[in-house]
């Protein structure tokens, strides 16, 4: 397992002083599962890996349902399925809010939506990705033309999928 964490002062290169704009990273190798995820606790935010069902973090997602932490805000291109991925924490009500480009197949996501158990906020695959890179740049807004020069731009009519 692998852990990145923000380090606070710069490495010299080859003996050299070394100049930044922003904090190196340090790498911290965990020995298992539940080494990685120790710091996860109940309402944090988390950024999900992957696209689609390929490539996520499914060892630390099956550790995040054994540690049972609750109220997770997931950030992830999709919500998985019943049984495999997010889905997994979801199943368990272990996540309050996802943020997400994707949530099509997923039968206890929409559950969840419909009876409002679940905050939703849909965003486009490319602005969710802006948003994650802006982010971690330390930008805190930006502009996107998604959405311009419609109903919802004009101040026209919106539509709040009722509980």
Do not use: W
Request: hydrophobic share 35%.
């Amino acid at each position: 397992m692998l852990r990145t964490v923000l380090g606070k002062r710069l490495f010299g290169i080859r003996g050299k002083r070394a100049i930044a704009t922003s904090p190196t990273l340090s790498v911290e190798f965990c020995e298992d599962v539940d080494h990685a995820i120790r710091d996860v606790k109940d309402g944090d935010k988390l950024l999900v890996g992957g696209f689609g069902l390929c490539g996520i973090p499914e060892f630390l997602i099956d550790g995040l349902v054994r540690k049972g932490v609750k109220n997770l805000t997931c950030v992830s291109n999709n919500a998985g399925v019943d049984d495999f991925g997010l889905g997994l924490l979801l199943q368990n009500k272990q996540v309050k809010r996802m943020i997400s480009s994707y949530v099509g197949e997923n039968a206890e996501f929409e559950r969840q939506f419909l009876t409002g158990e679940l905050e939703v906020e849909l965003t486009p695959q490319g602005t969710l990705a802006e948003r994650i890179r802006a982010g971690g740049a330390g930008i805190p807004a930006f502009y996107t033309p998604t959405g311009y020069g419609t109903l919802i731009h004009k101040r026209g009519q919106s539509y709040q999928v009722p509980p």
